[in-house]
């Protein structure tokens, strides 16, 4: 088995199903994750790692939510049609 563009294009893809899976109440607030759990700061401050994570979840789950359906199907028939 080879390492192709296809292959990378696929693990980014179970990564980002990964990520868009993960439920705010159920796991994200238990961990330490949500949205209540990010702290104010100050006018001009840079965020935290956390915080840029939290919102890199939050942005995932919203915005590539239809493309994500696309994607899979796309891909469910490529390995359906080529094997």
């Given at each position: 088995?080879?390492?192709?563009?296809?292959?990378?294009?696929?693990?980014?893809?179970?990564?980002?199903?990964?990520?868009?899976?993960?439920?705010?109440?159920?796991?994200l607030?238990?961990?330490?994750?949500?949205?209540?759990?990010?702290?104010?700061?100050?006018?001009?401050?840079?965020?935290?790692?956390?915080?840029?994570?939290?919102?890199?979840?939050?942005?995932?789950?919203?915005?590539?939510?239809i493309?994500?359906?696309?994607?899979?199907?796309?891909?469910?028939?490529?390995?359906?049609?080529?094997?």
């Amino acid at each position: 088995m080879t390492f192709t563009l296809y292959s990378l294009f696929e693990a980014a893809l179970l990564c980002v199903n990964a990520v868009a899976v993960l439920h705010e109440e159920r796991f994200l607030s238990k961990v330490g994750w949500g949205r209540d759990d990010q702290t104010t700061r100050g006018f001009g401050e840079d965020p935290g790692v956390k915080s840029q994570l939290i919102n890199l979840i939050h942005s995932i789950r919203t915005v590539m939510r239809i493309p994500l359906i696309f994607l899979n199907i796309v891909t469910i028939l490529f390995k359906l049609i080529l094997g």
